[in-house]
């Protein structure tokens, strides 16, 4: 059974910075490609950023140059780090997994969601 466990949400001002992490247990992990997704009250969830196994990246244009997504085979963890943090990128982010290993791959597994809270 596929685990995901988010950490590192918090309370942050407004140009700050946060590191989310996301520890993945159940499945082969680098051959998966991990996403960072986020879902604000009253919107739709929206994907933030996606690794695919081989390293290769994309993101949303509100976050490019902001944010950036890693990960750590050998840990079997994902990050997001964001910097300049901006009111709007307030929400819940959750980590998700695809059994597939590229970029454009459907999530079948999702974490419990952290939340991060940006005050102006």
């Known amino acids: 059974q596929v685990q995901l466990v988010e950490s590192g949400g918090g309370l942050v001002q407004a140009g700050g910075s946060l590191r989310l992490s996301c520890a993945a247990s159940g499945s082969i992990f680098a051959i998966n490609a991990m996403g960072w997704y986020r879902q604000a009250p009253g919107k739709q969830r929206e994907l933030v950023a996606i690794?695919?196994?081989?390293?290769?990246?994309n993101y949303a244009d509100s976050v490019k140059g902001r944010f950036t997504i890693s990960r750590d085979n050998a840990k079997n963890t994902v990050y997001l780090q964001m910097n300049s943090l901006k009111p709007e990128d307030t929400g819940t982010y959750y980590c998700?997994?695809?059994?597939?290993?590229?970029?454009?791959?459907?999530?079948?597994?999702w974490g419990q969601g952290t939340q991060v809270t940006v005050s102006s």
């Open positions: 690794i695919s196994s081989g390293g290769r990246t």
């Open positions: 998700a997994r695809s059994p597939l290993p590229h970029l454009i791959a459907p999530m079948s597994d």
